[in-house]
């Protein structure tokens, strides 16, 4: 398997770095300018530390990269976090950057693409643009952690959303612990 994992200059940066720790398989890595910015800031990690936990790494800017077509295969992208501005840009359908390209790529091509968005409280140009992405199978998966499994720390917030965004690509993990 292999996945795309896009992390962008929303708040919850850890959200990425867990999902990226967990995904087996080959990953492909990229960070935008502003996630990059935005690390220092929320984590204790460098940018070279995230990129040290992917297969493959590509600079945002990067429009040659093979992820660029729908020639080459992969099985599902994650944007985790998605600012409201990569959100934008995806369901417009504007791809300058190899993240919103990659997006788009993957609803032309009926890939898995999920969507972590993170803002609060959402302006109704957000919640337009989550409909319309939702309605061509984008699986918006907000940063909105349920609390049912008692978590105790932060990473066991953190470890809710990566483990529901892992459910969303059927693969099993101990990430939280289930409704039963
Ligand atoms: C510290 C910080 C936190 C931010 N958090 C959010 C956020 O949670 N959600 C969001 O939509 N934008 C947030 N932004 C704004 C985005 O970073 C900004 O819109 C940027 O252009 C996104 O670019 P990107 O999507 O290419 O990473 C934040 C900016 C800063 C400086």
């Given at each position: 398997?292999r996945?795309v994992v896009?992390?962008?200059?929303?708040?919850?940066?850890?959200?990425?770095?867990?999902?990226?720790k967990?995904?087996?398989?080959?990953?492909?890595?990229?960070?935008s300018?502003?996630?990059?910015?935005?690390?220092?800031?929320?984590?204790d990690?460098?940018?070279?530390?995230?990129e040290?936990?992917?297969d493959?790494?590509y600079?945002?800017?990067?429009?040659?990269?093979?992820?660029?077509s729908?020639?080459?295969d992969?099985?599902?992208?994650?944007?985790a976090?998605?600012?409201?501005?990569?959100?934008?840009?995806i369901?417009?359908?504007?791809?300058?950057?190899?993240?919103?390209r990659?997006?788009a790529?993957?609803?032309k091509?009926?890939?898995?693409?999920?969507?972590?968005?993170?803002e609060?409280p959402k302006s109704?140009?957000?919640?337009?643009n989550e409909l319309?992405?939702?309605?061509?199978?984008?699986?918006?998966?907000?940063?909105?952690p349920?609390?049912?499994?008692?978590?105790?720390s932060v990473?066991?917030?953190?470890?809710?959303?990566?483990?529901?965004?892992?459910?969303?690509?059927r693969?099993?993990?101990?990430?939280?612990?289930?409704?039963?």
């Amino acid at each position: 398997m292999r996945y795309v994992v896009a992390i962008t200059g929303a708040s919850g940066i850890a959200y990425g770095v867990k999902i990226l720790k967990e995904l087996p398989g080959e990953r492909i890595l990229i960070i935008s300018d502003m996630a990059k910015k935005i690390i220092p800031y929320e984590t204790d990690l460098s940018v070279n530390d995230i990129e040290q936990l992917a297969d493959i790494v590509y600079d945002d800017h990067d429009l040659f990269a093979c992820i660029s077509s729908g020639s080459y295969d992969f099985d599902a992208m994650v944007v985790a976090p998605c600012s409201s501005s990569t959100l934008a840009k995806i369901s417009s359908g504007l791809s300058d950057t190899l993240i919103t390209r990659a997006a788009a790529v993957a609803i032309k091509e009926s890939r898995k693409l999920i969507l972590v968005t993170r803002e609060t409280p959402k302006s109704a140009i957000m919640l337009e643009n989550e409909l319309k992405l939702a309605r061509c199978g984008v699986t918006i998966l907000d940063a909105n952690p349920g609390f049912y499994s008692k978590p105790q720390s932060v990473d066991d917030i953190i470890s809710f959303i990566a483990g529901r965004c892992l459910d969303q690509l059927r693969m099993p993990h101990s990430l939280y612990r289930k409704w039963e």
